[in-house]
């Protein structure tokens, strides 16, 4: 097996690509899958790992490679947007074949993966987990999906995004049809002003409005709200769920965080 | 003439609506339109000027009255996208009569108001923008245009945004059809990468691809970028205007400040 790593967004440590080489060898001794990491990962351009026309070469270099089976986003951060657009259009049959992970910023790019059905996508950790106290075990939690991307037989369809990346991509191609699948979004970061009008923007599409129901994970890191919110994220949640009559089926094991599961689409 | 004054969003400061009085006769003297501040703009529940139901029930109160004949919105902050399908279902003819203006958070009601083609509607400062140096001549601005809701002879279709507000009512029944309008966005305090996403959106979404062109306000308040994004928002306007095939038709002389102009839409 060879798993390819791109980085759609922000650039990838080298420290961190030689934990997770190290991570991988520990855990799978002979049996380990090889790595192949881009050098694109390591290309730096202001926010970015590299211009736009790098991030989308270097991912379709690799999708499009049938020596690879599966492409893991090496992190998230910012970017992704911006080269999706430059990397869908070129896609070969080949890249159909393959499995796609990531999530948070790299979630537009599973999007539009999953809006034009390419492949087989799931959210998940990405090798900048590592960072994490036990991202190790976060690491691979994924890679063992990308080994065998399946999902139980008979489970309920489901999706699973940053919450303000889903709202940001709202109303474009990169939009997926999500009718009757349970949508989980997690958020980290945002004042809870800002998650609740996301939370009034994605329940207020149409499109989402198709849904069977919604999962919040954790929404991490909320700085302090001035005047205080008074409401939780879980009130806020069930709040827009009731409005746009989707059900509200309580939390998902999602986040920035290690215990952050591997959630298939579909 | 007699002015409604709500709040859809965060509290009024009762020091500022004293000085709107005292602004306002002292501009008109003898003349001076009656200001009719609804006690709604002074309750207070967490991060709003009162429940989302209070809101709504206040704006449905003056827009449904004969007696009043423009409506101002107090300010912005967050909340008007809490209220909004609270009250448009119940407006009646006599709300289609009036004129209504504001900007930045109270973009989701007037976004809503221009989509459903009740009243005429403006962007343009708010009683709150008296707490800005200059205050007093953007508030009498936005008072001129009240008291005289027109626009030029022939003047091309236009529309003003705060963008991150535009971004996140894509996709919902708030979104206006802004085909062949000059669509002008403005921002505040949101980081370049956030700018630059929601330039993504904006400028993503079929039917915003429609517009005339975009004009660029002013983005004040840019937190600092770590790292720096290099770009600039001009230049991450002119790059997503590109990108989209929207004619990028230079800056627009609108943003949270004294200097924001009036923009009637339509």
Aim: aromatic share 8%; charged share 20%.
């Amino acid at each position: 097996m060879r798993i390819g790593i791109v980085a759609p967004s922000c650039r990838l440590e080298e420290s961190v690509a030689a934990q997770l080489s190290s991570v991988v060898g520990a855990a799978y001794g002979a049996d380990a899958p090889e790595l192949v990491i881009h050098p694109q990962c390591f290309l730096s351009a202001g926010h970015f790992a590299g211009p736009d026309s790098a991030r989308a070469d270097a991912f379709v270099e690799l999708a499009n490679d049938p020596d690879i089976d599966a492409i893991w986003l090496a992190r998230g951060g910012y970017g992704a947007c911006r080269m999706v657009d430059l990397a869908l259009p070129r896609l070969t049959s080949v890249a159909g074949d393959k499995a796609y992970l990531g999530y948070s910023d790299a979630g537009f790019l599973l999007a539009g993966l999953y809006a034009r059905g390419i492949g087989r996508v799931a959210h998940g950790p990405m090798p900048s987990d590592l960072k994490r106290a036990g991202g190790d075990i976060a690491v691979l939690r994924s890679l063992s999906w990308l080994l065998n991307p399946t999902k139980p037989e008979g489970a309920a369809k489901q999706a699973a995004f940053n919450l303000t990346v889903l709202s940001q991509l709202l109303g474009t191609p990169l939009q997926p049809d999500l009718t009757g699948h349970v949508l989980m979004i997690e958020d980290v970061g945002e004042y809870m002003y800002r998650l609740d009008r996301s939370l009034f923007h994605v329940t207020s599409n149409p499109g989402i409005r198709q849904v069977a129901g919604l999962m919040l994970g954790r929404c991490s890191d909320i700085p302090e709200n001035d005047p205080d919110f008074v409401l939780t994220e879980e009130e806020v949640a069930r709040h827009w769920c009731g409005h746009a009559g989707i059900a509200y089926l309580g939390r998902a094991n999602i986040g920035h965080d290690a215990d952050n599961q591997v959630v298939p689409f579909g």
